[in-house]
């Protein structure tokens, strides 16, 4: 096998104030540069800082929920020293391309012109700082996702560079994905030939689980999978799927080993209740499989290679299984001694590589 | 049985140490005057393991109580924190996954670090 394709690496300033240089015209922070022009935007940072729902974040295991040993020497956050992201994921696992998600917030501000501006900060950043110095990086289109024009705008602003291979969107939002509100954000993903890439995470100002609010992170972190299904779920049966049939989304940090058992009540339900979405006319599994793929990390760890095998056969999607380590963060999956090392050579060469090079055209990006 | 030696000022009480042992590497601990030595080579996902933090275990007797054992004989793998008894390798995460366990002892003024508990 040659080379490893990691689709869920996150980066992270070294600071709050180093996207301030990244702020567009009116949100910049001038002061540094001239005393006279400007501040509205930036005193607005500063004096309320970044503002989501409350109650957003369960807390985590670990600090900024990251691994104990990926603190860079210089002081700064996991995920913010190139160099130690090279050392420890890039160059110890000869990974051929990296896929960034920046989780920095700016999809769940609740002043959507501030998200807007602060997406638009990111993805300069991400240009900058990570895929310029460092081409096996590439980036996601972070879009304020709650607003659709500010959305389809940023895409227009860097879509057309090859830095950018996916659009980012988060998995709690406040409406289901499906919904009408997004469409116009799918309408330009499939314009610049993006996969719509729905992350782990988010907040769109509901109870983390469908039954309120738990306890526990590990309640929290679990009931993703759930989140996730309802956003699958939606897709299908607004009709989104079928209606752009150059759409196509990755699940990052979904986990997949509910995946089988969630198409066999999927495909039933739409047996029984057929009537009332009438405009689906493809069974529903098969319109995931065809346009959605799915990232490895979590993988729950079925055990060993017959369960593996038999796992991957009720899943049916070998071309749609895309590695992932979540580098830095605590749950990171190791590519060289992960669940995955016990996969059959020639399903880990798609999973490890083939699969992402395909579905990202990496080495063939030419847009039109 | 492979063995390596280094002098004990090296490893001060509190202190960790980590040195090659037939060409496996090792952590040895000094706590309490108490010395251990693990592979550091967790079994979880081969992570690190002896570059983590030594922790009291959070028990509990039932639902809604947490005690709080306040030594420091777990060892807690940096990667995905996995838990290990720095007395045996005996994981507490998993009881399954042991992190091979070597064998220190004081001769004179020095550590010797062996593959075997047999010693002359």
């Known amino acids: 096998m040659t080379g490893i394709v990691d689709c869920d690496v996150h980066p992270a300033p070294v600071s709050s104030q180093v996207l301030d240089d990244f702020l567009p015209f009116g949100w910049r922070d001038r002061r540094q540069l001239a005393q006279y022009l400007p501040q509205q935007w930036q005193r607005y940072r500063e004096a309320l800082g970044d503002r989501s729902y409350m109650g957003a974040e369960y807390p985590r295991p670990t600090p900024r929920a990251a691994r104990g040993d990926s603190w860079p020497g210089n002081g700064g956050p996991p995920g913010s020293d190139l160099g130690l992201l090279r050392e420890q994921l890039l160059d110890a696992w000869q990974i051929d391309y990296g896929v960034m998600n920046p989780l920095l917030g700016a999809g769940e501000q609740l002043n959507l012109e501030y998200g807007g501006a602060l997406c638009h900060a990111i993805n300069d950043w991400q240009r900058e700082v990570w895929t310029s110095p460092e081409p096996r990086l590439h980036a996601s289109v972070c879009v304020p996702f709650e607003d659709a024009g500010l959305s389809v705008a940023e895409i227009r602003r860097v879509a057309a560079d090859e830095a950018f291979c996916q659009v980012l969107v988060h998995c709690r939002t406040q409406e289901p994905l499906g919904r009408r509100k997004y469409w116009p954000i799918y309408e330009a993903a499939v314009e610049y030939r993006l996969p719509v890439a729905i992350h782990f995470g988010g907040w769109g100002g509901h109870p983390p689980t469908p039954a309120g609010f738990p306890s526990f992170y590990i309640e929290d972190t679990f009931s993703m999978a759930a989140a996730f299904a309802a956003q699958l779920t939606s897709l299908v049966f607004e009709g989104v799927l079928e209606r752009f049939p150059g759409l196509r989304f990755v699940l990052i940090e979904s986990g997949l080993t509910w995946l089988p058992g969630y198409f066999a009540r999927l495909d039933r339900s739409w047996r029984l209740l057929h009537d009332e979405v009438a405009h689906v006319s493809r069974t529903p599994s098969e319109q995931v499989r065809a346009q959605v793929a799915v990232t490895t990390q979590p993988f729950d760890e079925p055990g060993p290679p017959s369960r593996l095998a038999d796992f991957f056969a009720k899943l049916g999607m070998d071309d749609r299984v895309l590695f992932s380590t979540d580098y830095p963060h605590w749950d990171f999956e190791s590519p060289g001694h992960g669940p995955l090392r016990l996969l059959d050579p020639v399903r880990k060469q798609r999973i490890m590589r083939d699969n992402a090079m395909e579905w990202f055209r990496f080495g063939n990006r030419a847009h039109g | ?120």
Not at chain 2, 36 to 65: I, Y
């Open chain 2, 1 to 120: 049985m492979a063995e390596i030696r280094f002098p004990a000022t090296e490893l001060p009480e509190g202190a960790r140490k980590m040195v090659s042992v037939g060409g496996i590497d090792v952590g040895v601990f000094n706590v309490g005057g108490e010395l251990f030595a693990l592979q550091n080579r967790c079994p979880h996902q081969w992570g690190p393991v002896c570059e983590g933090d030594l922790l009291g275990a959070m028990e509990s007797a039932g639902p809604g109580r947490y005690d709080y054992v306040p030594d420091s004989y777990r060892l807690r793998c940096p990667w995905h924190g996995w838990e290990f008894d720095i007395k045996t390798g005996c994981g507490w995460t998993d009881i399954k996954a042991r992190v091979r366990r070597f064998y220190p002892r004081r001769e004179e003024d020095e550590v010797v670090v062996s593959t075997s508990p047999g010693t002359v």
